[in-house]
Every structure is written in structure tokens, then in C-alpha cells.
């Protein structure tokens, strides 16, 4: 008995009554950690790096983007006012050359470097938009509509959904890996939560996959991390919104510190305009959290809160609303309510994207609905008729009804839900797998 209380006590990690798990990482694993923009990698994994590499692992990290969208940077950077499309690839370029820098310091083979290059602040809007179409996304700063980078693994490729999942469908194919860590979708980042979604799709689509464990680590979150500024002695944790995830912790000794700390120096176009912030996720610790999926079963609802505190911070007002979701037979019924009443003339907007197994995901449905709130009556604006969507109207929100069969009578639906005024996002439901019990 004292033995067994011991191991527990060694599998767990405790902070301020908080109690984590340790994460483990056992011999000559193989990883791949999923970065939307260079620099994601070692901001939040690169303990996590050295820690694979120190127990005979493979580690490959696969980028999304070479995060080219950030006019500021470049300027600051460059001290150039002005910016032409090829100035943005340049950028691209330029942080492709760090991060190779960078994940040198703590060992990973260049070869194991894994650059997409697809649009920078672009890639939710290719989830949201743009599949099974002949006219790709176009990115508003380099005018690229294909990969432009003539070294990346994606040279060339269109801006289009299956261009994406394609590809991460064949890198986790060919490296077969025990382990896969992912940006999460409660990250304030577009880029960060529309790969969450592209990394999902793809293991979804491949069958013959042994499931690996797949972890989330959070970059972008409102007033984290805490402190601001470079805390070596000090402990990463979860902000207190998010302390209901399945949390994982990673222990780092003194010299992996200090590898973190090389490695995020070699990112000089970035530590240029966010120094602070940059640093700040030099600690005692990195922290992730295990994925599981979400199960909707009959009559039984699940409920999500939206991201209530995000926009306070941007003197936005924040419309905080909770969504429930169950089924009942062959249709879903989706719920949202509000903490207090609304008066203002706002947009609900509900994304249900559903996967149905041996059936191409781009032909799937792709459902957008968007219904108005104007001096409290609700407008149907999109899509109802098509797809035979009940709205029922409620002083406090509203009831929709969905049939399963205009869904394609899907397995798993990636579910969201946004509440905007004048167009600009107040409040977002995070994406969310959602695996269909049947009957």
C-alpha cells in the first residue's frame, strides 16, 4: 500500500492546491508537434523537445505556416515603412532560417523539420471557406494563392482545404507516431485553432492509423502567461478558465531552462516587438493537456461557454452565451442562452462541419448559419430552407432543430459558434470534435 501511494505521489505534481499529472515520455518514442507559425514549437515545447531527445525519440515538427502575415514585425524589424508582397515571403523566409536555428540548440535534425508554408492568418478562413473549389484562398499580403516557398514540403500547392489535410494526412502516415501534440482551440490565435481542426480531420481520415495520444499546448490566451516577463524560477500554469482540461505537466531541470532560453533568442524578428511576452514562457515547467473527444448521445446535453473574457482587454463588450448541444433520435438540437438580456442588434453565427467515415470530408456539408438578432426578434438568414433547420425563438436566445440526414448522417461533427456585431467577432464558442453515439 505505502508503495502504490508512493508511485502516485511521484505521477503527480502539486502547485498553490492544484494537483497535475506528470507527462510521460518513454524510450525512443516518435512525436510530431503540429506548430501553426515558427516559433510555437519552442515556445511551448521545447522541454518537451529536449526531454524526447533525452530518452533516444524522434521529434518532428510540422509548421503550418512561415508566418509571414505581420506587418509590424517586418517593419520594426527591417526598419522599412514600406512593404511589398515579396517583403512578406522575405519575412517567411527569414523565420523558416530561425526556427531551423533554433531547434538546432536543442538537437532536432534539420531534415526532421517539417515547413507546409500555407497563408499566414489565412487557414481558418480556408477551413471556414474555401474546399472542393476551383478559386483558392489569396493571402491580403503576399498575393500568394499557392505555396510560395520553393523549399517548403508544400511548394506550390493551392490554397484550399484539401491541399492542407492532404498533406498532414501523409506526413502522420509516413512517420506513424506514438504521440502527436497540437495547438488548442481555446488559443486566441486563427492559425492555432484552424490547425487543431486540419490535424484532427486528418487522423479522422486515416483508418488504418494506431491512435496516438494526441495533447494540446496553449501560446495565445487573454492575461496569460502570468507574470508578464522572463520567470525562470516561477511555475507555468493553466489560467483559471481552463482548469476543467485534463491537464499534463513537464518538469525541466536547469539545462533544459537554458536551452529554452537559447532557442527563443534565435527568433530576433520576433523578440523585436513582444519581448516580454516572448520570455515569459521560460519556467520551471511546460503544461498540456490531453484531447479526448467530445460524445453527444441520445438525450443527453453537453454545454460549452463562450470566451467571455477575450475582447474586455480590446474595450470590446463582451456577449458571454452557453450553447447546448443533444440528440434526440435522427436530429440534433442545439440551444443557446444568455447570462443577461440582449438588446443589441448582433449575428449568431453556428458552424457544423460534419466527417462521415469512407466519405470525402470536402463534399461533406458545410453548414454556416447566421441568424439576426434585431430589437429582439430573430432573423433566419442563411441556409434554413436548404437544409430544413428549425428555429424557435427565445427571449433569452434561441432553439435550433437539425435532421441528421441533411448532415449526411454523420459519425463526428467539428462544431463552433460566434456571436459578432457590425461583423467584428464578441464572443466564440471554441471548435469541438464531436463524436455521434448511434443508435
Not at 538537437?107 to 487557414?123: E, H
Not at 516561477?234 to 481552463?242: A, K, Q, Y
Not at 490531453?290 to 454545454?303: A, D
Not at 473574457?309 to 443557446?336: A, H, V
Amino acid at each position: 500500500m505505502k508503495n502504490l501511494l508512493f508511485l502516485l505521489f511521484l505521477t503527480c505534481f502539486f502547485v498553490s492546491g492544484d494537483t497535475f499529472k506528470n507527462i510521460e515520455i518513454k524510450e525512443n518514442e516518435k512525436v510530431i508537434i503540429f506548430a501553426p507559425h515558427p516559433d510555437d514549437e519552442i515556445l511551448g515545447c521545447a522541454g518537451l523537445i529536449s526531454s524526447i531527445l533525452e530518452k533516444n525519440g524522434n521529434v518532428w515538427i510540422v509548421y503550418l505556416t512561415n508566418g509571414d502575415h505581420n506587418q509590424l514585425v517586418f517593419k520594426l524589424y527591417k526598419k522599412k515603412p514600406i512593404l511589398n508582397p515579396s517583403d512578406y515571403i522575405k519575412l517567411g523566409e527569414i523565420r523558416r532560417k530561425e526556427s531551423i536555428k533554433a531547434n538546432e540548440i536543442l538537437g532536432v535534425d534539420k531534415k526532421n523539420l517539417i515547413f507546409l508554408g500555407y497563408p499566414d492568418f489565412g487557414t481558418l478562413k480556408i477551413w471556414n471557406e474555401f474546399w472542393h473549389t476551383k478559386k483558392p484562398y489569396k493571402s491580403f499580403l503576399t498575393r500568394a494563392s499557392s505555396v510560395p516557398y520553393k523549399e517548403n514540403y508544400s511548394f506550390g500547392k493551392p490554397y484550399i482545404g484539401e491541399s492542407i489535410v492532404s498533406d498532414i494526412e501523409n506526413i502522420i502516415k509516413k512517420i506513424n507516431p506514438t504521440k502527436i501534440f497540437i495547438t488548442s482551440p481555446f488559443d486566441l490565435n486563427v492559425d492555432h485553432r484552424a490547425l487543431f481542426n486540419f490535424v484532427n480531420l486528418a487522423i479522422l481520415n486515416i483508418s488504418e492509423l494506431n491512435q496516438p495520444q494526441i495533447y494540446c499546448y496553449l501560446i495565445h490566451f487573454k492575461n496569460w502567461p502570468t507574470p508578464l516577463k522572463y520567470s525562470p524560477e516561477s511555475n507555468l500554469l493553466p489560467t483559471n478558465s481552463l482548469k476543467f482540461l485534463d491537464w499534463y505537466i513537464l518538469n525541466l531541470d536547469n539545462e533544459k531552462v537554458a536551452k529554452k532560453y537559447n532557442s527563443l533568442n534565435c527568433f530576433k524578428s520576433q523578440i523585436v516587438v513582444r519581448k516580454n511576452w516572448f520570455f515569459s514562457f521560460i519556467r520551471k515547467n511546460e503544461i498540456f493537456y490531453k484531447f479526448y473527444y467530445e460524445i453527444l448521445k441520445n438525450s443527453k446535453e453537453i454545454k460549452f461557454e463562450s470566451e467571455k473574457e477575450e475582447f474586455e482587454n480590446n474595450k470590446k463588450q463582451s456577449i458571454p452565451f452557453i450553447i447546448g448541444l443533444k440528440k434526440d433520435k435522427n436530429e440534433i438540437l442545439i440551444t443557446l442562452s444568455h447570462e443577461k438580456k440582449i438588446i443589441e442588434k448582433i449575428d449568431y453565427v453556428f458552424y457544423l462541419y460534419p466527417w462521415k467515415k469512407n466519405t470525402n470530408f470536402a463534399i461533406m456539408p458545410k453548414i454556416k448559419l447566421k441568424v439576426v438578432r434585431e430589437k429582439g426578434i430573430l432573423i433566419d438568414k442563411a441556409l434554413s430552407k436548404k437544409y430544413k433547420i428549425n428555429l424557435n425563438k427565445e427571449s433569452d436566445g434561441l432553439n435550433l432543430k437539425i435532421n441528421m440526414k441533411e448532415l449526411g448522417n454523420p459519425d463526428y461533427i467539428f462544431f463552433s459558434s460566434e456571436i459578432s456585431i457590425n461583423n467584428v467577432i464578441h464572443d466564440f464558442i471554441p471548435w469541438r470534435v464531436i463524436k455521434i453515439e448511434k443508435d
